[in-house]
């Protein structure tokens, strides 16, 4: 990638107001370009200190950084911890009594917990668990609905040093297979069924499906947590039930006090090529990066309630509801069911009803909610909200303006965090306090991260230009190594092309003249249209600027004189259009393209759908796509597919 030009243009920013950056953790740009020029200036005791600040230590680090064996980093690694006794025990003395976790159930049941309580059902289970002979460094999968029991299964592997790796429940019993096969589980933690949007899912016979016919045999335990009534085949003398297991387990659980390097997590995340990777992280870095983050992104306050509306079958309910939270005594909201059932209204609802204060979800379910009710919000009381946050994939700038508008009434400021499974925690994100925030760029970098837009030489681009988004130097919370393959982690990562010396994120990106970042893409989403690179994101976002339309993908296609031609894949908000309804409406949204961008980003094929093909976590499968714009056979494993009967319709082109 030589060149790839920036062709988004947008205008608009939003200061934080007086009354919010008064009151912020991080108030005013001199605030944070004070804790830059900190990082930049003393790197190892900026983070050294941040260390002794946020993180309770059993036995002190006396080093804070060892990089002999780069790219295999070490962090504080002479230091001995608890995550879980970071997260739980230090604030039983503050106030036990402060709710932990306000869990609201698919129908609307509403259960709180306190961080006394939470604590003692982490401690019972971590009892259980020992009980079936689970020990430090061991791998326990975890299938988990959105749930108390999930959380407190994480906690209690971390408690007692077992390594979690938590696959989403939404995926197959394939995927779920080779996730413990890798890993070698000795045991998995799952529920009878999960219950979503009405309907309840089987979970316990997807486990069983991944366990029959050999393959697994490191696993000798099942452990079952009963969420409906729904019954599940059982295998005696493997399986046993979650309520069974803590029965008579003492309430309190002394921690296994753990080296600041022993992995807490591994969580499986594809890449373009190849088998899920095992993304291993560490116990204090990872612990470190999540709850600084936490901390000054959402400029988090003890009165805050606070919703992250991920699973934590992803990175980011690792970091933003199992671990950042908790290690800030924060009380947040955890939800198991789908913000449109009842009705597109729900998120809204439960807002209003919880009184929160921050939330943070993700741009594909800002689209869908603008698609099915761009009015619902304001059906709502919303004035809890002083902040919002949107993680996952860019946002295009006119969703940004509704959520901003619509949802924070103008008032809330909104942090767009750049991050990935690999970083553990947010990289790239206005601190709502400090900086400026402009529709679509997730802004400056964190203090401490050393992000910059690099070439394929390795040498930055000029404002304006795209290029590689790299880290130049190691942080805390950086994947330590993929499970099983420190090779493959080296040539992903730190590939020789730079050295081995910066961390490849695996993005395209540009900085504007006033430095801020905007996320291009995965760089191999980048489309080469006539010699020119673009990213297949500015292109999206120009079409949903359409009033027509709720949401967009663009791949590319081999073009014979082009290199590459530009192929979109289109929802509207109303109906799918069909016959000469379609063919009018691609012809407009190819010269609407033409006009925001440019012709050369205009799409020659334009496909609509009633939705777009995504993952059980909401990102679009690109591959797919492609294959689909090639009128290729679909050979994809189309398993974990939301909903595979669009195919057929992104399958027929307009004519
Ligand atoms: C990829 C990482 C981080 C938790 C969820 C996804 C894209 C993520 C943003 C953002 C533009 C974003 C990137 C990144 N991405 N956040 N704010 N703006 N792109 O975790 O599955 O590891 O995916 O998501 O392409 O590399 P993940």
New binding site residues.
Partial sequence: MSTLESILKETRSFAPSDDFRHKATVSGMEAYNALCEQADDHYLSFWGDLARELITWKKPFSRVLDDSNAPFFKWFDDGVLNVSYNCLDRHLALDGNKIALIFEADDGEVTRVTYAELHRRVCQFANGLKSLGVGKGERVVIYMPMSIEAIVAMQACARIGAIHSVVFGGFSAGAVKDRIQDAGACAVITANESVRGGKSVPLKATVDEALANGGCETVTHVVVYQRTNGGAEWTEGRDVWWHKLVEGQAETCEPEWMNAEDPLFILY?SGSTGKPKGIQHSSAGYLLGAANSFRWVFDYKPNDVFWCT?DVG???GHSYICYGPLANGATQIVFEGVPTYPDAGRFWKMIEKHKVTIFYTAPTAIRSLIKLGGDLPKQYDLSSLRLLG??????NPEAWMWYYEVVGGSRCPIV????????GSIQ??PLPGAVTTKPGS?TLPLPGVMADIVDESGAPVEPGRGGFLVIKKPFPSLVRTIWNDPERFKKTYFPDEFNGQYYL???SANRDESGYFW?M??IDDVLNVSGHRLGTMEIESALVANPLVAEAAVVGKPHDIKGEAVVAFVVLKGARPEGEDAKKIASELKNWVAHEIGKIAQPDDIRFGENLPKTR?G?IMRRLLRSIAKGEEITQDTSTLENPQILGQLQEPVR
């Fill in positions: 995340t991920a992803w990175i980011t949107t993680v996952g994939e860019p946002i767009d965090t750049w991050w990935q499974t690999e970083t790239i994100s997730c994120a695996g993005d996320i893409g995965r976590s990102k």
